[in-house]
């Protein structure tokens, strides 16, 4: 008997959802090789504890609801999982997840690209990716504490399993980041971002969801996808150092307005299509300037401005994206702010996050000089060398999200169990 | 009845990539083999919104169209490992599947033990039109361009069948141009799918250059992929990389209200590679065996792009093909054909778009899909059972070589 499988929630990809405010993707590592119906187990009994934080139960406050904020959990493994980690696991990984869903390792001194062909690199002070263990989970909530309070309980979970059993728990808690959507619809550079992924539904979902396949031992990956995180620096000490003109040039976009541009004067100004933003409003952000937000073929002039980073970052702008060769993927992305001990006290960046039906969309996109192949950012200013350190990589992986029905005990249970 | 009026018909387009040095009777052939296939395809192109002469075009733009060249429709039917077996599976594999205007073959060669190993793939996006040009036209010039690659120079035996072509018609040179599928065969020189031709890419392009639309709620909006491919009963085409992002994007432009037309040198082009996949002994590979010819376009800076590619040794040196490796962030494994290289590579015609203007409510070509199941399922293609049966042609030969 099967059972209808569908997308696990915390992709907000649908027509009038909003993703919730606050993020924080925590990796789970599983502490030593395992039999899979024991870990099957143990995950289970951690996903029944989510489920009660998504109703607001806290186990040590029996009878007394918090605020849970629409918190969604989202749960994906990764390929050392299947490979290193499980034994007599019920479910091999999945073709695309063994090929193409690790990045390359940073340098031992630090550093170094995180694809062959890619324009993006690991920070200099990343000698290990943090974000290649076994487990990943997403929280995504409204309030930074409902996504925080997760990780802690995911801790209490772990240390009380092993202090009552007095044995080792087979999870280890690793890295967590968190971020934030902006209410601003900017970035930390200042400009608009997001503002061209694709339309809600269909064209997302199409873009995302693994497609039914002819072999059999895939046919239980049918509708899952593949998360990608990015944990993205920005360095605003380079960036500050261009002219609003060369920013501009770099992302393809007004600053203020961000009104795409279609070509450059003579005198290398740039010019945003005609009658955007729309009288009466001042951002492409407003109502009335929807299709301002993106630009069809033919209308770019010259031939500098396909370099900028709004194009190279997405060649093909049809809602097409059935076909792996659109590489069109489903962003999700969290801005971050972190304190930090050395100057200038504090570092800021993106928590890239996508959805995609195989990690070659992003890989391709990353790798292939007509996308953003070589280059960091995109735009002419990559011809400075100071630029392609402008966005470095602090942790950098791809998890395959299994599909959900609901006779799983949790979204893929049937790697686990029976 | 075409609208089409071009000032100077004969010298609207250069050879393919420039990539020879042609007088101007081979340059007015290879007009007239456009001008014919642009008359006669089945597609119907309309020059008011796909002009066969560039020079229509003004205010123009380069469009950005181009797909990755690794078979699609085995993906579908089956997975990327299956894919990869039955693209490299010899004239077989590439004689069905290699339909994303990209052929290959594999040279192999025996190693110090005996054993037959990849050696070399050659990469080909040539148009056998224009080969037929040339053949028909120039001889000399035919048995130059296959000494230029082939390193040794034919036989006017071999390429005519006679020890003097200068005696033969044209028609009856072009007769002999079958003579050429053997050489063909072994070393990918031009394009041989019967849908990677001249013809092909002109009626993909002249398909999508309309103004399709569809009628929701009384509004018209643009269609999508699976809605013109359905109602134009093409969905055979709809589940490749070449010919949605191709038609796909001619339609993008004209639905914005803009002309499309191909660019000077009309041709198929591997536009980019990405050759720093691949690693010998742990280094970038040597240059030389990354060699691109059959296109000049130094002069626009684009020297990157190619129609020929050839990757690997040469027969002089002790490695081969397999001692390369391909590398996608930790996952590594040596190339053993022509679909890993494939993977790494798009490709795709020079298209301009320009002339911008306001369609009008009556330009629009409303699409009827009242009624109709427009989902394409990939994985239930009719190609499947064709592909189906390679598979088991593929089996059956590996257990006959089976030790």
Redesign the interface.
């Known amino acids: 008997m099967s059972f209808e499988t569908k997308l696990q929630e915390g992709i907000y990809y649908d027509k009038g959802i909003k993703p919730g405010n606050h993020l924080c993707m925590t990796f789970l590592s599983v502490r030593d090789q395992i039999d899979a119906p024991i870990l099957g187990k143990y995950l289970s009994e951690l996903w029944t504890m989510y489920d009660e934080l998504k109703k607001g139960k806290i186990r040590d406050l029996p009878n007394h609801i918090v605020p849970s904020n629409h918190l969604t959990i989202l749960i994906g493994f990764g390929i050392n999982l299947f490979k290193k980690k499980l034994r007599n696991a019920k479910r091999s990984a999945p ?2 997840l ?8 940073p340098l031992p001194t630090g550093g170094g690209p995180i ?3 890619a324009g993006l690199m690991y920070d200099d002070d990343i000698k290990t990716n943090p974000a290649t263990e076994d487990i990943l989970i997403q929280f995504i909530a409204d309030s930074q504490l409902a996504v925080d309070r997760c990780v802690v309980e995911t801790w209490k979970f772990l240390n009380d399993k092993s202090f009552y059993s007095n044995e080792e728990s087979p999870l280890v808690l690793g890295n967590s980041y968190t971020g934030f959507q902006r209410d601003d619809f900017r970035s930390w550079i200042d400009f608009h971002d997001g503002i061209s992924n694709m339309e809600s539904g269909t064209a997302r979902l199409e873009s995302m969801r693994i ?5 059999d031992q ?1 046919k239980w990956t049918q509708n899952g996808t593949y998360i990608s995180f990015m944990r993205i620096r920005t360095d605003l000490s380079i960036w500050r150092k261009l002219s609003t003109v060369e920013q501009e040039l770099a992302v393809g976009r007004n600053k203020l307005t961000g009104c795409p541009i279609i070509s450059i004067t003579e005198s290398g100004l740039p010019v945003v299509i005609d009658g955007c933003p729309v009288p009466g409003t001042s951002e492409v952000t407003e109502t009335g300037n929807e299709h301002f937000k993106d630009i ?8 500098k401005l ?1 370099e900028s980073h709004i ?1 190279k970052a997405n ?6 994206t ?4 659109s590489n069109r993927i489903f962003r999700q992305g969290y801005e971050f702010f972190e304190p930090i001990d050395i100057s200038p006290g504090f570092r800021v960046g993106l928590n890239f996050v996508s959805f995609q039906d195989t990690p070659r969309r992003l ?2 996109i990353l ?4 996308w953003l ?1 070589k280059a960091n950012f995109g735009g002419s200013i990559e011809s400075s060398a100071e630029m392609k350190r402008f966005l470095t990589i602090r942790a950098a992986g791809y998890y395959f999200v299994p599909p959900y029905s609901k006779v799983d005990k949790f979204p893929g249970s049937s790697i686990f169990l029976e | 009845m075409f609208l089409f009026v071009s000032k100077n018909l004969q010298t609207m387009y250069d050879v393919p990539g420039f990539s020879d040095n042609v007088n101007e009777d081979i340059k007015n052939a290879w007009n007239e083999a456009v001008k014919s296939n642009y008359n006669s395809s089945d597609s119907n192109p309309d020059p008011k919104y796909f002009p066969l002469d560039p020079n229509d075009i003004r ?1 123009s ?4 169209v ?3 060249a690794d078979p ?1 429709e085995p993906q ?6 299956i894919a990869q077996q039955l693209s490299d599976f010899g004239i077989e594999g590439r004689k069905l599947l290699h339909n994303e205007y990209c052929e290959y073959t594999i040279v192999k060669r025996q190693d110090s033990s005996g054993k037959l190993r990849p050696k070399r793939v050659n990469v080909t996006t040539e148009f056998k039109a224009y080969w037929e040009c040339v053949a028909r036209r120039d001889p000399n010039l035919l048995r130059k361009i296959l000494k230029e690659i082939l390193g040794i120079q034919p036989s006017w035996q071999d390429l005519y069948g006679v020890d003097d072509p200068f005696v033969l018609t044209e028609q009856m040179r072009a007769a002999k141009f079958s003579r050429l599928d053997k050489i063909n065969t072994d070393n990918a020189l031009f394009m041989s799918h019967p849908i990677n031709g001249l013809s092909d890419l002109i009626y993909i392009v002249g398909f999508g250059s309309k103004p399709y639309a569809v009628k929701r709620n009384g509004q018209i909006e643009k269609a ?3 809605e013109i491919f359905t109602a134009k009963r093409v969905r055979s085409l709809a ?1 490749r ?1 070449a010919d ?2 191709a038609s ?2 001619a339609y ?2 004209v ?4 002309q ?1 037309a191909f660019k000077n040198p009309l041709g198929m082009y591997i ?7 691949l ?1 010998f002994q742990g280094e970038p590979l040597p240059e030389k065996w990354i060699r691109r010819s059959r296109a000049n376009f130094s002069s626009e800076g684009q020297n ?1 792009w190619c129609q020929r590619l050839v990757i690997g040794p040469s027969d002089e040196e002790p490695y081969f093909l397999d001692d390369i490796k391909i ?5 590594k494994e040596p190339v053993v054909g022509g679909f890993q290289i494939l993977k ?1 590579i ?1 490709v795709g015609p020079l298209i301009t ?2 002339n ?1 203007k306001s369609l009008l409510s009556s330009d629009y070509l409303i699409l009827d899909i009242t009624g109709i199941n427009t989902a394409i ?4 293609a009719e190609v ?1 059972s064709e592909i189906q049966q390679l598979k088991e042609q593929y089996e059956k030969s590996k257990l006959h070589t089976s030790p």
């Open positions: 073709d695309q063994e090929k193409y869903s690790t990045f390359k390792k694809l062959q062909g497609k039914e396949t002819n072999i895939e069809s073929e033919g209308v770019i002039k010259g031939d396909p194009h060649m093909k702008r049809s809602n097409d059935f076909l792996r060769d890989n391709d790798t292939s000089t007509n192949g | 205010e733009s380069d469009a950005k181009f797909w990755f699609q579908h039917c089956f997975d990327e490992r999508s992929r699976e589940c990389h949605p992002a796909m994007a993008g432009a639905f914005g209200g803009n499309v536009q980019s590679f990405n050759t720093d996949a690693s990157e590398e996608t962030g930790e996952f790494s798009e778009t320009g911008p399922k990939c994985n239930k499947c």
